[in-house]
């Protein structure tokens, strides 16, 4: 198994921190900060500890390490396991009522599966994480903008050709909400219930998507679930448990949505395909594309 | 001398350090880096730096304080004195270009002093300090935007007032490119030349105006000008000189414009009006408004 996780590592060179991430991380510390505490104290202790841990993280590592490790303080402080549950619900929930519209959305569509594929980027946009990016909940909107929006990076007849061919789909969702999107998706690939596995986080991390999520939203009834051993809002591929990697090394496909995954999963030699919308002007520099562009990416060496 | 500082900060409560503040701090401190210098390993220490300090500085300083220790870091770490030296000419220049066009919407109001006060307020959206706040040049956009937005804050009738009486006015400027807007402004006030005083910072700091950009403007022909002995993005009471204190307290009546000569003297025993635009979430809260709001507002105690 260590022999697998070495060939998956060796080529890593995962999207790294960038100056302009440091202001987002305090972002992130000080809105979690707010929303688990009423104490003006603790949650100064909270920017404490994360701008001493800004102070030593590695430029080397993922802006999705340093979420991790910022969420944890959070909640080694604040005692509290979980300080997004309600707003994850009403999330939820949310985007469970907009299911039917979606549903009708790809139905009347004349190319249902790149709807789909549309629709699950639109809902990557349901993120607590990336500072202050569509907090409003104009989803509609949202929707009906991305649907009438190009691909920046658009890879989309691979994907297409390489779903028909999969035996095994790798999907690792990312946010809660946003799952019910990616429930419409799962549902327009033929053969789903055989094929796909869905690759949800062990623990709750902001709004990330638990099994928990998975089963609010009717997905754990129609694919199997599995978790990725981690409580980072995205990938890091050596904190992740051997059954997640021994998963990840045999799919035939794997489809991967969000920042979160795309920072810790590009440039490995996967036969990937990655789905989300560029949030920050980082990510938008690592994919030479604008900031708000809607990408379908197939890993270069896939 | 000493004795009138005293009974000037005395009372001093103003605007504090809000938690909210240190992600503003690292974007700013990125920007200024970036700007700097080209190189990412003195970018990196820039950070360093600033991160450290972010650690030091007290809640009960302004964020103006922290404005000024990271601008320091700036200067001394990549020696060159005034990054924004180039920007700073083009948004003079810009708004120089402005001048004919607001002197007509003057020229043409009914009400020539809300006008000129709403331009000198519009114009405070020139700003790089606070966080990605209106850097686009749709500034003529701008402006008829402000010209129709009420005041949130409004003690015009007692600007006016006091106006009619003041023998002295101290006028603080914010930004280069702004004090275009000012000078509409200060040449609506009768007798300007004789009662007022320009105070600009002594050296350069983000893109604050200072001496060269008030001759630039044209505005040191026409009125006194002085420096408040500061190198910060707004007014830090007990780091003026002493000059500055004594014009502050002697003058009939003080113009203030800008967020950071609001965090500084607000709350002070002064006979002071702010003018601003509230560009941020921290500033709203402490006035009691939206962000984005237009404020007139008298000092309490004035």
Redesign the interface.
Known sequence: MHFLVFIIIDKGVAMKIA??C??????QA?EA??MSTESETM??EI??EV??E??KIS?DRTPVHMGMIIHRIVREKTKNPDPYANLKKKYNARALELYPYMKELVGYSKEKLVTAVKLAIAGNILDFGI?GYAKDFGVKEIIDEVLEQPFAVDNYQNFRKALSKADSILYLADNTGEIVFDRVLIEEIPDYKKRITLVVKESPIINDATLEDAEAVGLADQVRVINSGLEAPGTIIDHCSEDFLDALHSADMIISKGQGNYEGLSDLSLPIFFLLKAKCKVIARDLDVKVGDLILKQDSKS
Chains 1, 2 share one sequence.
């Open positions: 100056l302009e440091f202001s987002c991380f305090l972002k000080v900060a707010e949650r100064r920017l404490r701008l001493k800004s102070l430029f500072g």
